[in-house]
């Protein structure tokens, strides 16, 4: 029995659901050319970053300590192998020797906040891959199978291999896009985890030096 209504109900889900078909590709086509610019950057990232060892960590909180003065300090960070915005983050911290150690201490954790934000907005990009790029698969093959399966009924064989391969290839762009945002991410995640944590350890270090100078002089 088919009630009334009902046939007008599924000829627009159809038409609603076959009008995302292009849609969805152009967001996968999207996905993937990110995916592989991201995939491009991740692996320039890889041979650039230098790894900074516990030696290493000691050897410039002993530098950092051992200094009888900011501009001192700030030459040491400068000459170590810390990234760039390592460097920026402690030599800010540095130059406010001037002012209060709890304010310092705040500006400190702000700085560092700063830099995991920034990490954290690094990632999220792939993240939406990882969450996004196999659900745009499984719509790009989905939408084709309705068509498919109307021409399989009517016996045009041609129609039907069309709607599967559209349906195979959006799942395995999908997959892909989603695959490589999942390798990105978890090892920029690792690094960056890392990287906070030498950060923190340093900053801890340099803040104990600039009250002992403050309290010196």
Sequence with gaps: MIIFGSEVLSNLLYLIAQSLLIPVIVVLLIFIIYAVLSLGGFI?????RTKFDVDKIEQLIRNISNSSNPQEMKEKVDESDLSANQKIVLIKIISNYDIGPKSRSALATKLIEEEELNFASKTQKTDILVRLGPTMGLMGTLIPLGPGLSALGAGDITALAQSLTIAFD?????????????????????????????????????LESLDNYNNGN
């Design 44 to 48: 320039t990232e890889r041979f650039a």
């Design 170 to 206: 959006t799942t395995v762009t999908g997959l892909a896009a989603g695959s490589i945002g999942f390798m990105v991410s978890r090892y920029r995640k690792k690094w960056y985890a890392d990287d906070l944590s030498i950060l923190e350890a340093i900053v801890e270090s340099t």
